[in-house]
């Protein structure tokens, strides 16, 4: 984490890593904004989508079920929650998200 920016700030350079490819860079940011935040749905959703590109979909659905509680409604997390399951197996857990 780099102390010296905003949250904000880290949250936007964590993205840009993301869409880079710069997935650790990007981890290491969203973990330290998520320190402080621990259930602020944008980093979460974005943890949930860096793990699931990274091929850790345990992880992944850790991160979408977490974004899914602190936005219920949230269409994009429900559906990549779902999707997420439905790849490890858990297909009763996955319709339930549906």
Do not use: I, K, W
Not at 10 to 30: K, N
């Amino acid at each position: 984490m780099n102390a010296s920016l905003a949250p904000a700030q880290q949250m936007q350079l964590a993205v840009h890593y993301h869409s880079q490819g710069l997935l650790d860079a990007a981890r290491s940011l969203y973990e330290g904004v998520l320190e402080q935040f621990p259930t602020e749905f944008a980093v979460l959703y974005h943890l949930g989508l860096l793990e699931s590109q990274a091929g850790h979909p345990e992880r992944a659905a850790g991160y979408f079920g977490r974004a899914v509680q602190s936005s219920p409604q949230n269409a994009d997390a429900l559906n990549n929650l779902a999707f997420t399951l439905q790849q490890l197996g858990r297909d009763t857990e996955a319709l339930a998200h549906v």
